[in-house]
T-cell receptor, first 109, second 117 residues
Framework: QKEVEQNSGPLSVPEGAIASLNCTYSDRGSQSFFWYRQYSGKSPELIMFIYSNGDKEDGRFTAQLNKASQYVSLLIRDSQPSDSATYLCAVRGTGKLIFGQGTTLQVKP | GAVVSQHPSRVICKSGTSVKIECRSLDFQATTMFWYRQFPKQSLMLMATSNEGSKATYEQGVEKDKFLINHASLTLSTLTVTSAHPEDSSFYIC?????????????FGEGSWLTVV
């Protein structure tokens, strides 16, 4: 079992819709959870992090964490074509940041 | 602006030669830096944790004699790919954060594309 799992996609949504990205992790001791966006050929950029159960909102983005289910998600409201990218879920337990394989999001105009 | 900087952004080298990639923290001291490798359409794979003033900690399966890491100061870590082969061609990315990277602020460098011909 991979430590951090994501559906590779592609996930295709129309412009203006809500995109829902999901991630599961195996280490129950994980403490912090991150979502990164990566454009092709570029380095990842942090969207947001979450460490408490529940929802955390930042602009059009909402991260949701359920530690009992070992599940973290990212919702993108009012999706824009510029949101088209690969979204990486990352989990940290004992210092190291472990990444999932990423989900490719395509937002169609 | 960037708070973690990598150099070079792109490098092409001949098979059998060595290549050094630098990672600098610009606005903070980094006692710990992390080196990742990413092959096309794959995720970031942690290669090693670079510790200032001590030996790097390598992930399972990563050859420490091939990927030499030196963290000689609080703002600079280097990754040297020795005796490079075409299969080493990849995107190498470093990351660091204030306070040893244990907090939730982690910055990534711009990445370095290595092509071995």
């Amino acid at each position: 079992q991979k430590e951090v799992e994501q559906n590779s996609g592609p996930l295709s949504v129309p412009e203006g819709a809500i995109a829902s990205l999901n991630c599961t992790y195996s280490d129950r001791g994980s403490q912090s959870f991150f979502w990164y966006r990566q454009y092709s050929g570029k380095s990842p950029e942090l969207i947001m992090f979450i460490y408490s159960n529940g929802d955390k909102e930042d602009g059009r983005f909402t991260a949701q964490l359920n530690k009992a289910s070992q599940y973290v998600s990212l919702l993108i409201r009012d999706s824009q074509p510029s949101d088209s990218a690969t979204y990486l879920c990352a989990v940290r337990g004992t210092g190291k940041l472990i990444f999932g394989q990423g989900t490719t999001l395509q937002v169609k105009p | 602006g960037a708070v973690v900087s990598q150099h070079p952004s792109r490098v092409i080298c001949k098979s059998g030669t060595s290549v050094k990639i630098e990672c600098r923290s610009l606005d903070f001291q980094a006692t710990t830096m992390f080196w990742y490798r990413q092959f096309p359409k794959q995720s970031l794979m942690l290669m090693a944790t670079s510790n200032e003033g001590s030996k790097a900690t390598y992930e399972q399966g990563v050859e420490k004699d091939k990927f030499l890491i030196n963290h000689a100061s609080l703002t600079l870590s280097t990754l040297t790919v020795t005796s490079a082969h075409p299969e080493d061609s990849s995107f190498y990315i470093c990351s660091a954060g204030p306070g040893g990277g244990g907090g939730n602020t982690i910055y990534f460098g711009e990445g370095s594309w290595l092509t071995v011909v």
